[in-house]
């Protein structure tokens, strides 16, 4: 959590590594005391506009929020929070974040839709918001130095295939 602007305004980072994995015994209960400590300290902490930043790099696929948990989530924000919401950041976006997105941009506000933004780095992420105030865990670091590693690698490879060469000349 940190502020940004003149107006100090929050900017909530949530990390998706850190929830709890689904084979739990009570794992519906700590999600719903999750989502109900996330809104109490949203409603403490934002008087004004704010912005969420969803780290969803490096957690795998059993500690992902089910769609029915996010769609509670939702519906149990107040219009103020909602309203205040500048801007919802998904950095290291999947194709399960993206495709859930996609199926339920129908059922959600288009004003909330708006709102969301894929970053795919967090050099992307620094160009968008001061990264001073935000504390990223070091596994995102790592699963992002990867991700940039192995894109660089790609690149590098496509410019070098001479089939790919004698394509981009033609």
């Known amino acids: 959590t940190g502020y ?7 900017i909530i980072v949530f990390a998706a590594c850190f929830l709890p994995d689904s084979s739990r015994t009570d794992y519906n209960y700590v999600m719903e005391n999750l989502f109900l400590y996330v809104i109490s300290t949203l409603e403490l902490m934002v008087a004004e506009d704010y912005m969420i ?10 500690r992902m929020p089910g769609l029915g948990w996010m769609k509670k989530c939702y519906l149990m924000i107040d219009r103020r929070l909602r309203k205040n919401l ?18 339920t941009r129908p059922f959600i506000s288009s004003k909330f839709s708006s709102k969301i933004q894929y970053v795919n780095t967090l050099a992307e992420l620094h160009e968008m918001i001061p990264m001073e105030y935000v504390n ?20 590098s490879c496509l410019s070098n295939d001479p089939e790919m060469t004698s394509v981009e000349q033609e």
């Open 4 to 10: 940004y602007g003149d107006g100090l305004n929050a």
């Open 53 to 62: 930043v969803y780290l969803n790099g490096a957690t795998p696929r059993r």
């Open 86 to 103: 500048k801007s919802f950041i998904i950095v290291h976006p999947s194709w399960f974040i993206r495709t859930i997105l996609a199926v």
């Open 136 to 155: 990223i865990p070091d596994s995102i670091v790592k699963h992002d130095e990867e991700k940039c590693i192995k894109r660089r690698m790609r690149t």
